[in-house]
C-alpha cells in the first residue's frame, strides 16, 4: 500500500532553524509563541526526546513485528532495564525484550531463499548494522520489506538488491500461546525464583562438575594405596617389577587427576560466569523496572542492600564451591579407612561430629550478629548518602 503525503508550504512568516526544523511545526516540538522576557531562546528540538530519535532499527523492527501480530509493546517497554550497547539492543538481548511482551524470539542462520513464507514476518539483519522487517515475497520474486525509517509503510525489494544487503541471519518472533477466556486459570502459574532458577539453568555443568569431582577424589586415593603397597609388598619381597609397575599406574593417574582438576575449575569458573551474568542482568532489571510504590525510604540503604548480593555473587564464583562438591565425597575416604581398619576411622568421624555439634550451636548467635551487622551498615549508608545529597 502506497501513502502519499502532501506537507504544507512554509509561510513567508514562517523560519527555520539551523537545523531545518521550521517554527511553524507542530506544539510538541515548537518554542513557545510568547517567550518569557530575559530567558534565552529555547532550541527547537527542545522537547524531543533523545530515546525516541536515537537510531535503534533492530528495537524498531521488534516494534513493528508485535504490531503486526497484535501485541502492544514500545521501545520502552521492550529496551527498560537491559544491558544496552551504545544505547542499541544487541542480538542477544532480542530474546529477552521480546519475552516481555509474551513474544518468543529465535535466531537462525539461513538462506533468503530457505525462508518458509509461513514463519513471517520476521526480522532480517543486514550487513551494515540495521535491519528490516520481511512481510512476504511477492510473484515477481522480489520481497515486500518495512524499513524502521518508513513508519509502517512497507516497500517492495528486488531480490537481487535484498540479497546484497542481508546478512545471512533472521530473527523469527512469535507470540507465545495463549489460553482464551473459555479457559479459566486453574491455578497461577509459578515464576521461578531469581536465584535458584539461575542455578538450576547451570545444572547440566554442574552434573559434569560433580562427575569430574567424583573421580579426582578416587584418584587421591591412589597414592595412599600405592604407599601401602609399596612397604607392605614390595619392600619385604624386593620386588622391583611389581614397583615400577605401580610407579607407572600412579604416574598416569596423577596426570589424569591433573587433567580432571583442570577441567573442574573451567567447568566452575564457566558456570558462575554464566549466573554471575544473569544474577547481575536480573538485579538490574528489577531495580529499573520497581514500581514507585516499591521504592526504598532511603537510596542508601538500597545500595547496601544491593552490595549484599555482591557477595553472594562472590561467593558462587571462587573456590568455595569447589569445597563443598568435594565436601560429600569425605565419607569415601572414611569408607575406605574402615575397609583398612576400623580404629583408623574413628578420629575423623569424631572430629566430623565435633565440627557439626559446635556449628549448629553457634548458628543462632552469628545470625543474630549478622543481622545487627548488617542493619548498622544500611543505616549508616543511609545516612552517608542524605549527608552528601542535602
Avoid at 610407579?247 to 589424569?256: R, S
Amino acid at each position: 500500500m502506497t501513502v502519499s503525503v502532501t506537507l504544507p508550504k512554509p509561510t513567508s512568516a514562517s523560519q527555520t532553524t539551523g537545523g531545518g526544523v521550521p517554527t511553524n511545526m507542530p506544539s510538541a516540538i515548537q518554542t513557545p509563541a510568547h517567550p518569557v522576557p530575559g530567558a534565552p531562546p529555547a532550541p527547537a528540538s527542545a522537547r524531543l526526546r533523545e530515546d525516541l530519535i536515537h537510531p535503534d532499527p533492530l528495537l524498531d523492527c521488534l516494534v513493528e513485528v508485535c504490531r503486526l501480530h497484535g501485541v502492544g509493546a514500545s521501545r520502552a517497554s521492550l529496551s527498560a532495564g537491559l544491558p544496552l550497547q551504545s544505547g542499541r539492543i544487541t542480538l542477544e538481548l532480542a530474546e529477552r525484550a521480546a519475552a516481555r511482551v509474551g513474544m518468543s524470539a529465535r535466531l537462525q542462520r539461513l538462506a533468503l531463499a530457505d525462508i518458509d513464507p509461513a514463519a513471517l514476518p520476521a526480522i532480517l539483519i543486514l550487513s551494515d548494522n540495521r535491519a528490516c522487517v520481511l512481510q512476504g515475497f511477492n510473484a515477481d520474486g522480489g520481497a515486500q520489506v518495512l524499513l524502521p525509517e518508513t513508519a509502517q509503510g512497507s516497500i517492495n525489494l528486488r531480490r537481487d538488491e535484498l540479497l546484497q544487503r542481508y546478512s545471512g541471519v533472521v530473527l523469527f518472533v512469535r507470540p507465545h500461546f495463549r489460553f482464551d477466556n473459555r479457559a479459566p486459570v486453574q491455578r497461577a502459574t509459578r515464576r521461578g525464583h531469581w536465584f535458584w532458577s539461575a542455578l538450576l539453568a547451570q545444572r547440566f555443568v554442574y552434573r559434569d562438575v560433580m562427575l569430574a569431582a567424583l573421580l579426582v577424589n578416587v584418584f587421591a586415593l591412589a597414592f595412599p594405596l600405592f604407599s601401602m603397597n609399596v612397604y607392605d609388598r614390595v619392600v619385604p619381597n624386593n620386588a622391583v617389577e611389581t614397583l615400577w609397575a605401580l610407579a607407572i599406574g600412579v604416574t598416569l593417574i596423577l596426570l589424569a587427576d591433573l587433567a580432571m582438576r583442570k577441567l573442574r575449575s573451567r567447568f566452575v569458573d564457566e558456570a558462575s560466569a554464566r549466573i554471575d551474568l544473569e544474577l547481575s542482568a536480573r538485579l538490574m532489571e528489577r531495580v529499573l523496572g520497581m514500581r514507585l510504590e516499591n521504592k526504598p525510604e532511603s537510596v542508601g540503604s538500597f545500595a547496601s542492600n544491593l552490595r549484599g548480593f555482591e557477595q553472594v555473587r562472590d561467593f558462587i564464583a571462587s573456590s568455595t564451591v569447589t569445597t563443598l562438591i568435594d565436601l560429600p565425597f569425605a565419607l569415601l575416604f572414611v569408607l575406605v579407612m574402615l575397609w583398612i581398619s576400623p580404629w583408623l576411622a574413628i578420629p575423623p568421624v569424631v572430629v566430623f561430629g565435633i565440627i557439626v555439634i559446635t556449628g549448629y550451636i553457634a548458628q543462632h548467635r552469628l545470625h543474630e550478629l549478622s543481622e545487627t551487622t548488617y542493619r548498622a551498615s544500611a543505616q549508616r549508608n543511609a545516612t552517608l548518602v542524605e549527608s552528601l545529597s542535602g
